[in-house]
């Protein structure tokens, strides 16, 4: 057994929407996301409590009851970055339909997100495997039947970021095992040590140039079953060879964040230079509750979606008129754009806003700076939100 420390800061994330929820997709079909940072959560078991009955001694518990399986949380960071072309979709794609945003694909002109038409979300799965690539790979945590509960888009004072956050209905989690031997390309069984047991989690692995699915394996178990020759690969015999989390072929990325330097903001057709501003959507999209005879829960539901946006900056003054518009509760379209280039720009829009109160802070010996907020709203078109990727 290897004491290697697992190379946490060596893992990919790839995400993809589910075809039916709950049922974690193929990884070769998914979408590789540069993540700053994953937040997969903790290890899924079901809630653990107490019987209810009072033990004979009347002291400790002598039985523990496992119940429904609680939902798991997961938070992801990560940089907007450009694409090849204008109409390419980005890595985030999977988050934003996830969220509900429908997305529209202009040919030869843009990729747009928005609220309109939208919440029609399916469930998510990502898969992140740490250690490298292929044989190097040493552990591997999928997430499934995902819910994007939060989006929150930031810049102005640094490249643009995207910070994800949301939950899994349940968590699979995968490990190095040292040595296996097969005798042939077929069979469907694969004999482990029960430590190992423990080790192997429902997924894909590789052994050498061959993808193995592990379809079964009970804790504390001698054997797993398996299928062989998955996702496009052949069966072949293997004689004490790793076995080790499956990562498909990873094309490293070649688009670039998108710069603080080319950040604007416009409000009411004013542009404003602030240090820094943010996004943030509450998605409306939540899992149902649980429900009797069935140990995970079995879908989403779609509530009201909620958008905030704030802002910092120095009160200039041609801004002071700012201060007055919030007093006279003015109707303000908000427009932001950062990047530059083909492929290369995001524009938000956000044409039903609010400013709110703000009072000027005392900074006593410096200049004025206020801290901006606006409340966000829609018509009767639901068309709070858009983002266009040019």
């Not at 290890?43 to 399986?69: C, F, Y």
């Not at 006279?328 to 990047?339: D, F, H, N, P």
């Not at 492929?343 to 829009?349: D, I, L, P, Q, R």
């Amino acid at each position: 057994m290897s004491v290697v420390p697992i190379r946490r800061y060596d893992a990919r994330a790839l995400a993809v929407l589910e075809t039916t929820f709950g049922t974690a997709v193929d990884p070769a079909a998914a979408q590789y996301v540069e993540a700053v940072s994953i937040d997969m959560g903790p290890a899924s078991t079901g809630v653990i409590r107490p019987k209810q009955d009072r033990h004979l001694g009347r002291g400790m518990q002598n039985d523990w009851v496992e119940g429904r399986k609680e939902l798991v949380p997961f938070n992801l960071t990560t940089s907007v970055k450009g694409r090849s072309a204008v109409d390419a979709t980005p890595s985030e794609d999977a988050f934003y339909r996830a969220a509900g945003l429908a997305r529209t694909v202009n040919s030869g002109v843009s990729v747009a997100y928005a609220t309109q038409g939208a919440f029609t979300p399916s469930g998510l799965t990502l898969d992140v495997v740490a250690g490298g690539l292929t044989t190097n790979a040493q552990q591997g945590e999928r997430g499934y039947g995902g819910a994007v509960e939060s989006l929150k888009w930031s810049g102005g004072n640094s490249e643009l970021m995207l910070a994800v956050g949301g939950r899994f209905i349940d968590k699979q989690t995968r490990g190095t095992v040292d040595s296996i031997t097969l005798a042939n390309g077929s069979g469907t069984s694969l004999t482990i040590t029960a430590e190992e047991s423990y080790r192997l989690g429902l997924g894909y692995y590789l052994c050498e140039s061959e993808c193995i699915e592990v379809t079964a394996c009970t804790p504390g178990g001698t054997s797993a079953t398996i299928a062989r020759g998955r996702l496009g690969t052949t069966g072949a015999a293997h004689t004490a060879q790793r076995l080790v989390p499956y990562v498909p072929t990873v094309t490293d990325p070649t688009g670039r964040p998108l710069p603080e330097s080319t950040s604007t903001f416009t409000c009411d057709s004013q542009a404003l230079r602030l240090e820094s501003w943010e996004v943030s959507m509450k998605t409306g999209i939540q899992h149902l509750p649980g429900e009797t005879g069935s140990q995970r829960v079995q879908g989403l539901k779609v509530v009201r979606y909620d958008f905030t946006v704030t802002a910092k900056g120095v009160l200039h003054e041609d801004y002071v008129s700012l201060l007055g518009k919030a007093t006279a509760r003015r109707l303000c379209a908000l427009s932001i754009v950062q990047g530059t280039g083909t492929g290369k720009v995001a524009t938000f829009s956000l044409p039903y806003t609010e400013l709110e109160a703000v009072p000027v802070q005392d900074s006593r010996d410096d200049i004025a700076l206020v801290n901006l907020s606006w409340r966000v709203r829609d018509d009767t078109s639901s068309n709070a939100f858009s983002l266009t990727l040019t």
